[in-house]
């Protein structure tokens, strides 16, 4: 069983990668897409998207980081893929899934499950591109309006000879809204060649047991789940190892944010700080009430030593009442 940290254009950057994976679980992460035209991007792009290049393509708790790569032309998408390698990452992922509209209309992401000869192709040329060692790795969605090629899409990706296969649970059309549906993903993972990893709308460890109960798959992908339990991975490793762990509580996940200012601070300008703070509240509010006040104490707050100073005294002042 692996657990594998989902790419969120926006959300889980190089900071996000680095305070979940230092809480522990997870097994791989994927970096935001980096969005292939037409020509070889410059070497500073990969950096500035994946800066664990620097350091063998890990984080700094060790956890691998792929590099995701997202266009609808195969050459491009070879040549570049090609470089992402050489600079070392230690995978590559091709984005099938994303279902933004500005996306869809550029022609990358999930407007391609529409053509399982182009998701071929362009698997195919990564695959070519890369050294064997290198995995190439694919997500897609179900499909793009409906399930209608869904095989076709699989059968592709297995034939371009890909390394895994992970599949959000939903459509282009069903976007974020639940449920996901797992039992989609059965009859693939039953007879793929590759290792199948399931996605979506896994927030729990119920929801996880039921994942793998419907689709199958040993492998699973966390995204917003885990943004809003940071210990979500722990959690679910401790389950299969019959093993107890602490559940995070709110102030750990204080302390949590704490540390991620100083590493947001030290890798972005300091006027972005508070908005990747208040971002990072929206999620937890979903799993730690507290999350909505502290959220209501910094959200007009836009300076670094400003947002820490609430967040020390909204832990002061919690600790005392509990």
Request: charged content about 20%; proline content about 6%; aromatic content about 8%.
């Amino acid at each position: 069983m692996r657990i594998f940290l989902a790419p969120m254009e926006g959300v889980v950057d190089h900071t996000m990668r680095t305070m979940l994976t230092q809480v522990g679980g997870i097994d791989r992460c994927v970096t935001e897409f980096v969005r292939v035209t037409t020509t070889l991007l410059p070497p500073k792009t990969f950096y500035r998207l994946c800066p664990e290049l620097h350091k063998q393509g890990l984080t700094p708790s060790g956890v691998p980081v792929y590099v995701q790569l997202l266009g609808g032309q195969p050459e491009p998408m070879a040549i570049n893929a090609e470089r992402a390698a050489q600079l070392g990452a230690p995978g590559i992922d091709i984005n099938f899934g994303c279902p933004a509209k500005q996306v869809n209309r550029s022609d990358g992401g999930s407007v391609l499950l529409q053509e399982p000869d182009r998701v071929f192709a362009i698997v195919d040329a990564v695959r070519k591109a890369v050294p064997a060692s290198t995995p190439v790795t694919v997500k897609i969605r179900l499909g793009f309006n409906d399930r209608s090629l869904l095989e076709d899409v699989t059968q592709a990706i297995f034939a371009a000879n890909a390394s895994e296969l992970t599949i959000h649970a939903r459509t282009k059309e069903d976007g974020y809204k639940p449920p996901a549906y797992w039992d989609a993903i059965a009859d693939i993972y039953a007879n793929s060649p590759i290792p199948i990893i399931a996605n979506g709308e896994i927030w729990s460890v119920a929801d996880y047991h039921q994942c793998i109960k419907e689709s199958g798959c040993q492998d699973i992908m966390l995204g917003r789940g885990i943004l809003a339990c940071p210990d979500l991975a722990r959690q679910i490793n401790a389950t299969q190892l019959e093993q107890h762990v602490r559940v995070m509580d709110w102030l750990m996940v204080v302390e949590l944010l704490v540390q991620f200012c100083v590493v947001t601070e030290a890798m972005y300008e300091r006027k972005y700080v508070g908005n990747r703070v208040k971002q990072w509240l929206g999620y937890l509010r979903r799993q730690y009430p507290q999350a909505a006040v502290l959220f209501e104490q910094v959200k007009r707050l836009k300076w670094p030593e400003d947002i820490a100073a609430a967040i020390a005294l909204h832990k002061t002042e919690y600790s005392k009442a509990i």
